[in-house]
């Protein structure tokens, strides 16, 4: 499985972005897809997930209301539209697979097995 997250750049606060998760070797369409970001100096965090089926999703609190997680089982890619920008979404931003078929959302990354290798997104103020 490779997962090839792209969509990243400088935005302003306020801006909008969205980032894609392309997944080749294996369909996304019977596994649940994370998102997760590092900002400098800081520890990987959970920032969205969605079920196999594209129907639960859950968010972190900080990005609630403003990101949406989106999934198109057809063209095996993940969605992460992000909204509202702040400085503080500044990061790389990671996508995630789950191991396990029929799998819902998690927040943990012991339960993703496979990551893509990032994309930088920049919020100026």
């Known amino acids: 499985v490779q997962l090839q997250a792209s969509g990243g750049g400088l935005a302003q606060a306020g801006g909008s972005l969205r980032l894609s998760c392309a997944a080749s070797?294996?369909?996304?369409?019977?596994?649940?897809m994370g998102w997760f970001r590092q900002a400098p100096g800081k520890e990987r965090e959970f920032v969205a997930s969605?079920?196999?089926?594209?129907?639960?999703?859950d968010y972190a609190d900080s990005v609630r209301g403003r990101f949406t997680v989106s999934k198109d089982n057809a063209e095996k890619t993940v969605y992460l539209q992000m909204n509202s920008l702040k400085p503080d979404d500044t990061a790389v931003y990671y996508c995630a697979q789950r191991h396990t078929r029929w799998s819902t959302t998690a927040r943990r990354e012991l339960e993703y097995d496979y990551w893509g290798q990032g994309t930088q997104v920049t919020v100026s103020s």
């Open positions: 969605i079920s196999w089926s594209g129907g639960p999703t």
């Open positions: 070797g294996r369909a996304i369409a019977y596994y649940a």
